[in-house]
């Protein structure tokens, strides 16, 4: 079942790897099936060398295995709370990379201070509070998702696909699993770049509303003008 999103699944997550953002078996994607029924994921700790598409796991949104001869990621439940919350997403990515995780461990957004940040994130990229002993203890996996969406409760999770788990690391998210996976993708790019901007000038202020207006807007929404009218604007 599910061949194609199967394939899809299989493509993203090894470009993480070719994008170098993962190392080892770190790292995960999955996609919804267009009925928001099943969520196809990458399996728990096997080799990206090794993968096949056929290895990607098949669940329903309870996490119950529907399709598949492997475990599903580790992760599964905060993708399925993602999934639950964010009803026009189709695609999660996770990973561990450096500089998304760096913010995360520090506590810190990453604020839009330039045209490569707004022209993907209209706004900073906000970091989720620190999840409480009770939340680590229980059901770890599921609060995980549940602190993501909370932080998104007043936000916009389409025109803001990222958030950095505290202490953890950066999940995004977007309408194909290659989408999810390049956010992740400018997301490590940018909290790069954001990292050495502050060293530059440790006052550093978010760049204007005006600004970050013009880019997001450029690229996403109605009046978008960017790139060639057949073209996905990515
Ligand atoms: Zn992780």
């Known amino acids: 079942m599910l061949e194609q999103l199967k394939k899809d699944v299989y493509k993203a997550n090894m470009e993480l790897v070719k994008k170098g953002l993962v190392l080892y078996t770190w790292g995960n994607v999955s996609a919804i099936d267009q009925d ?24 329903n949104i309870d996490g119950e295995i529907v399709e598949g001869k492997l475990k599903p990621s580790s992760d599964t439940k905060t993708h399925l709370e993602i999934y639950k919350a964010f009803t026009d997403t189709w695609a999660v990515a996770h990973t561990h990379s450096v500089y998304a995780v760096s913010y995360a461990q520090a506590g810190r957004n990453v604020i839009p201070m330039g045209s490569t940040h707004a022209d993907y994130f209209y706004g900073e990229v906000p970091c989720t509070r620190a999840m409480m002993p009770e939340e680590i203890r229980n059901e770890y996996e599921k609060n995980t998702g549940k602190v993501i969406t909370e932080t998104f409760k007043n936000k916009d999770y389409n025109a803001i696909p990222a958030c950095l788990v505290r202490n953890h690391g950066p999940f995004t998210w977007g309408n194909t699993a290659m989408e999810a996976v390049f956010h992740s993708v400018v997301l490590e790019e940018i909290a790069r770049i954001a990292f050495i901007t502050e060293r530059i000038n440790k006052d550093i202020q978010p760049m204007s509303k005006c600004l970050l207006d013009k880019h997001f807007k450029r690229k996403h929404g109605k009046e978008a003008y960017y790139g060639q009218d057949d073209e996905v604007k990515e």
């Not at 196809?40 to 990607?56: A, F, H, N, R």
């Open 36 to 59: 928001r029924r099943y969520v196809v994921i990458k399996p728990s700790g096997v080799d990206y060398e090794q993968m096949t598409y056929e290895d990607m796991v098949v669940v």
